[in-house]
């Protein structure tokens, strides 16, 4: 079942980062786009995700707005399309809005007034430090962002709206040593990050030059980099602080089954709508070459049910099945099911067959991650078994 929505409010933004994947890559679908989803547009897709989802289910679907920068969309927009929602989720239909933006304009109280009352969740995109974020995040004067985005930022908490913000969106950057990282998101006034794998590596592009794939399978930058940065995290000890991926890796360690789709990587089940009404195939494939995210569907000819009978989409929705040779006997292959999605992709049919191209960055990962969660858990085990008090009351681990 697709359990998702990415919908592209706008084909534009107001910024310019440089590894974007909508307007700085392969992909130049935003040219052929109309700036800006109409609002009858967004009204369709909504009945079609009523159509597909069943009323009075109790795991909810996920309507992400995104772009472009979904806040440049009218604001008399979203005041529409969030009437739409309540009513649907009156009459049953269980329903999560968030939207995700770079949070470089300020958002008028009227519309913070109006995403407290819609329960809408801010994901912010920022990439670390002034001087990372600004590397790379940028505005058309190549200026950096970071300090509008933090204003903003304070200015929602100060308004009390600080709730409304779910958490920051950062890349990982190797470059940045992981306890400056990790400094700086215990220095956030909402420390909530989610870290992502990057999404430009593939077998065509793999993150080691040309010949040196064992050298850099014995050092992977990546894996090292997420490694430390979760043996720190995991030294602090502080629940206040999430880094979303080591905390569903925790839970799914622990035998829990939700997960994001950096981990398990089981089901793929989403989908994207651009502003023109057309269904995508996600985002990450966007970098495999120009209109490599195109599917024959419209939201205006064909419900979300059909997308399940298409090829790409139905090998998405089962990605299980598509478990790479190599990872079949991997001591990894339960959370890490081939590897993060991108690096899996190819220009042929959107997944290749192998595992993903940082499968030894994961590996080191999983590896230094998995066994610290183990080694904790084992230790905690002995001091309650060996503990009198525990004896005593017949408390278990
Ligand atoms: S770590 Fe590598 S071999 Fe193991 S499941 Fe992941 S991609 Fe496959």
């Known amino acids: 079942m697709f359990r998702s929505a990415i919908v592209k409010l706008t084909a534009v933004c107001d910024i310019d980062c440089t590894y974007c994947y909508m307007f700085n890559q392969a992909d130049q679908t935003f040219k052929r786009m109309p700036a800006r989803m109409l609002l009858p547009t967004a009204l369709r897709l909504l009945d079609r995700i009523c159509d597909y989802h069943p009323q009075g289910e109790p ?19 979203f005041a529409a399309l969030l009437a739409q929602v309540a009513l649907r989720r009156e009459q049953g239909w269980n329903l999560d809005v968030a939207v995700q933006t770079n949070l470089v304009q300020p958002i008028t109280p009227e519309l913070l007034a109006l995403f407290r009352e819609h329960r809408v969740s801010l994901g912010v995109s920022l990439d670390g430090p002034r001087e990372v974020n600004d590397a790379a995040r940028v505005d058309r004067r ?69 010949g040196a794939s064992h050298a850099y399978a ?69 970098v495999a070459g120009d209109g490599s995210a195109s599917t024959p569907f419209h939201i205006d000819t064909d419900g979300i049910a059909v997308l399940a009978g298409d090829p790409l989409f139905a090998r998405l929705l089962d990605l299980r099945a598509e478990l790479p ?58 001091h309650v078994h060996s503990d009198p008090a525990n004896a005593a009351t017949g408390l278990q681990a």
């Not at 990546?222 to 995991?234: C, I, K, Q, V």
């Not at 690096?343 to 993903?356: K, T």
Request: glycine fraction near 10%; include cysteine; charge should be negative.
């Open 59 to 77: 795991e909810p679907f996920t309507i992400v707005l995104h772009g472009g920068e979904p806040m440049l969309w009218p604001d008399a927009g």
């Open 142 to 210: 190549g200026r950096g962002t970071y300090e509008r985005v933090m204003a903003n930022v304070k200015r929602m908490l100060a308004d009390g709206d600080g709730a409304l913000i779910g958490g920051f969106l950062s890349v990982a950057n190797p470059s940045l040593p992981p306890a400056e990282f990790l400094a700086w998101v215990r220095s956030l006034p909402v420390p909530k990050v989610d870290v992502l794998w990057p999404i430009e590596f593939n077998w065509r592009n793999p993150p080691w030059t040309l």
């Open 218 to 286: 014995a050092e992977p930058r990546y894996g090292a980099w997420y490694a430390e940065l979760f043996r720190a995290w995991w030294a602090l000890d502080d629940p206040g602080l999430t880094i979303r991926l080591f905390n569903n890796l925790l839970h799914v360690s622990l035998g829990g089954q939700g997960h994001i789709d950096a981990l398990v990587n089981d089901s793929y089940n989403m989908f994207v709508v651009n502003t023109d009404g057309s269904y995508e195939y996600p985002d990450y494939l966007r």
């Open 325 to 382: 040779a190599k990872c079949e006997g991997c001591r990894h292959r339960r959370v890490c099911g081939g590897g993060f999605l991108p690096g899996r992709s190819d220009a042929r049919d959107g997944i290749a067959s192998r595992e993903s191209v940082l499968c030894a960055d994961q590996m080191h990962f999983f590896d230094a991650a998995l066994g610290l969660i183990e080694s904790s858990l084992q230790k905690r085990d002995t």
